[in-house]
Structures are given as C-alpha cells and as structure tokens.
C-alpha cells in the first residue's frame, strides 16, 4: 500500500512509520515540525519506500500518484501544547481532518484518525467504553484539542456515511517510550528528565489522578491492526493497567534515582481525575492486547532519555503551573 501518513515527524506517528515500512508498505511522512522532530524519522534517509513532506495540513493537501490509505497522526499532543498552541491544536483537528478526509475521497483511500481518550473529558464512567459520550469543558484549556478531536470524530463519521469513505477511528490512552520528546511536558516524560537530572518530580495535585499507560509499541500494533480491520466505530487502544500519578513518581524513583524528591504543584485546570479505557472491544474485534508492562516499558524509556541526556540534550522540562495557565489566558 502507498500511504500518506500527518505527524510522521511525531513520537507515535515515526514509529507507525516504522511499523508500515517493516510491513513492506510505502509512506509519505508529512509534519510541519511545530511538535515534531526530524531526528525520529532520520534513520529512514535513505529509505526507498520512504518519502518526508514538510507541510501544514491545515492548508490544501496535495499528493501526486494513488494513495491506499491516509492515517491523519498530526496535532500537538501535550496540554503544555495546547496551552502554547490552541488555535493551531483546533485547527488541526477540523482544518486538518478536512483536508485530510477530502484527500481520502479524492484518492479512493481509506482514512484512519488519530483520536484520544480526552474526548471522554473528566470521565463520570470508569472505566471508560467507547459508548461513553465524555464530559468535556468546551472553553477549559484542554478543550481546544478535546474538542478538535470530537469534531474530527463527527466529521470522520460524516464523510463516511455521506461520501462512503472507508474510515476508522483510534481513540488512543497515554502512550510512552522511546522519541517522546524531553520537553514535551507529558507525566512520564518529565518524570523520568526530571529524575535523570536530580531534580524533585513536579507532582500536580496530591498525585491521586489515575492514568493508564501504554507502552508505544503496544499502542502501534493495536493502530496497525486497527487499520486493517473493518471497523468504522471508535476502538480504545490503550493500557487498562491504572496507576495514580504518585504511583508512577515512586516508581520512577525506584528505576532511576530513590534520592530524587517530589515537589508539589497545583492540579491544572479540568485535569482528569481518573482515565482507563475499557478494552473489551479491541480484544475481541482487533484480537489485541498490550503486552509490555509499566515496569519493562519505563526501562526501556528511560534508557532513551539516558542516551539523550549523554548527547547533553535534557533540560528541565516544562512544568504546567497556575502562572503558566494564567499567562496563557
Ligand atoms: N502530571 C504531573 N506532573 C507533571 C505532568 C503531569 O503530575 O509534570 C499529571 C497531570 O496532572 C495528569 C497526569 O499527570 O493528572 C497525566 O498528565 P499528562 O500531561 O501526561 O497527560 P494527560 O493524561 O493529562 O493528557
């Protein structure tokens, strides 16, 4: 297949890149690099079936030659982002899915959207089906991208009942590993920097908020085989595997330096108190389930930022406080 995959230049969008490629398949990688990093897909240089487009889709995409399949991975994906980006974040949600979806039904292709469990909001379920509807503040700090993604979602449905594209729609859970980027600003990312340089885990809140996390190799087979399925209806790829963020500073800790403290910052606005996704339908209709533990998935990771911070590239990463949220206001 020839595939056009948004975000390529991303943490998760390089390794479905990788993912397609060691399948055999042909990618176009697109990214305007606002988030992402040439570095994650430099070592497909010299890749004959791999192709980079730098561009913004939120503009006009234009792609010569047949195209199979579309996987729409752009958009910032960190609230540290969001609160730096909203508008772009919006935009390429709808903006972005549009072209995105207009290009699918111009090629024949199928589409397939990156979608996230923020669209379950602060979840009065858990833990969270697919047929949760969600509970998300529209005009919170979170709800340019939350809201960016449901539209996705209905305009993804929409050009599949009106137009007949072939769609599917991951709803993807906390995903770590190797090609985070140390300043991204996500949970396990500054955890791990900020243990790797001695300085005190910025815990938000009491650390009581649960999270599930995957580990991105087990996020991109669940994507993969998703993709080749025939399901139109959101799935849920993510860990069930819930832990409090408290849970993670220990075991980051432990992993990489006991001595490390933890400071205390406040709970950033609509931050969900609890996230973990009911998996029942991934397992019985993609045959799928994580594999990795937190454990051997924080080992892993952690011997990448490792190997970053000897190519002295960690700095202290950025930190979501009531002054940066007020800033951004
Ligand atoms: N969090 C934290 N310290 C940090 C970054 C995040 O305690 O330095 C918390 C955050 O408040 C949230 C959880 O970790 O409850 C996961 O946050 P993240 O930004 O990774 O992703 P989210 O699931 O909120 O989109």
Partial sequence: MRILLTGAAGFLGSHLADRFLADGH??????????????????????????????DVTQFIDI???????????????????????IQTLKVGSLGTHNALGLSLAKGAMFLLASTSEVYGDPLVHPQPESYWGNVNPIGPRGVYDEAKRFAEA?????RRYHGVDTRIVRIFNTYGSRMRPGDGRVVSNFIVQALLGRGLTVYGD???????CYVSDEVEGIFRLFFSSEHDPVNIG???????????????????????????????DDPKVRKPDITRAREILGWEPSVSLEEGLVTTVAYFRSLQEQGELRPPPVLTEASEEQAR
């Fill in 26 to 55: 042909e990618v176009i990688g697109m990214d305007n690099l606002i988030t992402g990093n040439l570095d994650n897909i430099s070592h497909l240089e010299n890749e004959p079936r791999f192709d980079f487009v730098e561009h």
């Fill in 64 to 86: 010569t030659g047949n195209l199979d399949g579309v996987l729409h991975f752009a958009s910032p994906a960190s609230p540290v982002d969001y609160l730096e980006l909203p």
């Fill in 155 to 159: 305009i993804t449905t929409a050009y």
């Fill in 207 to 213: 650390g009581s908020q649960s999270r599930s996390f």
């Fill in 239 to 269: 860990n069930p595997d819930e832990y409090t963020v408290g849970q993670l500073a220990e075991r980051v800790q432990a992993l990489v330096d006991p001595g490390v403290g933890v400071r205390y910052l406040p709970l950033p606005t």
